[in-house]
C-alpha cells in the first residue's frame, strides 16, 4: 500500500514520512529514488520542490546542464588546441620563410664573392 506524501523538502523528513508510512503498513513511493534525489539536489545546493516528480524533474534539469557544461568546456578545449596547432604552423611557416630569406641572400652575397674574385682574378692573371 503507498503512502500519500506531498511537501517533503528534506531526506529528514522523507525518513519521518517513510517511519510513519510504515507504522500504517504502508510506505512511500519511490523511497530509495527520492531519498537519492533529494540527497544530490542538497549536495548541489538546490532546495527540494516538496514532491517526488518535482524533485526528479529539477533533478535532471541539473544534470542536463552540468552535461551541457562539460560539453561546451570539451568543444572550447578543442578549439584552443586547435588554434594552438594552427599558431605552431603559422610560426613553422615564417620561420622556414625566413631561412629561406636568409638562405637567398647568403646566397647572393656570396655569389657576388666569387664572381668580384674571379674578375680581379683574371685582371690579375
Same mark, same amino acid.
Do not use: C
Given at each position: ?9 528534506? /531526506?529528514?523528513?522523507? #525518513?519521518? @514520512? *517513510?517511519?510513519?508510512?510504515? $507504522? &500504517? ?41 552540468? /552535461?551541457?557544461?562539460? #560539453?561546451? @568546456? *570539451?568543444?572550447?578545449?578543442? $578549439? &584552443? ?45
Amino acid at each position: 500500500m503507498a503512502y500519500r506524501v506531498d511537501g517533503i523538502e528534506s /531526506e529528514d523528513e522523507l #525518513k519521518k @514520512a *517513510q517511519a510513519a508510512a510504515q $507504522a &500504517q503498513g504502508a510506505s512511500v513511493p519511490n523511497y530509495n529514488e527520492w531519498q537519492q534525489i533529494l540527497k544530490d539536489l542538497n549536495e548541489a545546493g538546490v532546495e527540494s520542490t516538496g514532491s517526488y516528480a518535482g524533485d526528479k524533474a529539477k533533478l535532471k534539469e541539473i544534470e542536463t546542464a552540468v /552535461e551541457n557544461f562539460i #560539453k561546451e @568546456a *570539451q568543444t572550447e578545449q578543442i $578549439a &584552443q588546441e586547435r588554434q594552438k596547432e594552427t599558431q605552431q604552423v603559422k610560426e613553422t611557416s615564417e620561420s622556414d620563410k625566413d631561412q629561406q630569406i636568409k638562405a637567398t641572400v647568403a646566397n647572393a652575397t656570396s655569389s657576388m664573392i666569387m664572381a668580384d674574385y674571379m674578375k680581379y682574378y683574371h685582371l690579375l692573371s
